[in-house]
C-alpha cells in the first residue's frame, strides 16, 4: 500500500510553479490526507521547508530518488 493519498509530479516545473500547484492540490485533500510531490527543481528543497512552515502542513519528508526530489506533506 502506498504511504501518499495523493502525487503530484512537477517535474520539469520551476519555482514558484511546484508549489503553487502543491497548494491546489492540498486544498482539495482532506485532513490528514498526504500528498506525494515529484519536483526536478532544487530551489524545491527549500521552498517545501518553507512552505510548510508557513501553511501548517507538515512536511514528512523529503529525498532525492534518481536525479528528482520527492517530498511528502501531510494535510493540516
Not at 2 to 16: R, V, Y
Not at 28 to 54: C, H, N, W, Y
Amino acid at each position: 500500500m502506498a504511504d501518499f493519498d495523493q502525487e503530484l509530479d512537477a517535474s520539469g516545473l520551476n519555482c514558484p510553479l511546484p508549489i503553487l500547484r502543491a497548494k491546489k492540490t492540498l486544498a482539495g485533500m482532506s485532513t490528514d490526507q498526504v500528498l506525494r510531490i515529484v519536483a526536478t527543481d532544487p530551489g524545491s528543497v527549500k521552498d517545501f521547508e518553507a512552505f510548510a512552515k508557513q501553511t501548517g502542513n507538515e512536511l514528512l519528508d523529503s529525498g532525492e530518488e534518481g536525479g528528482k526530489f520527492v517530498f511528502r506533506i501531510k494535510k493540516a
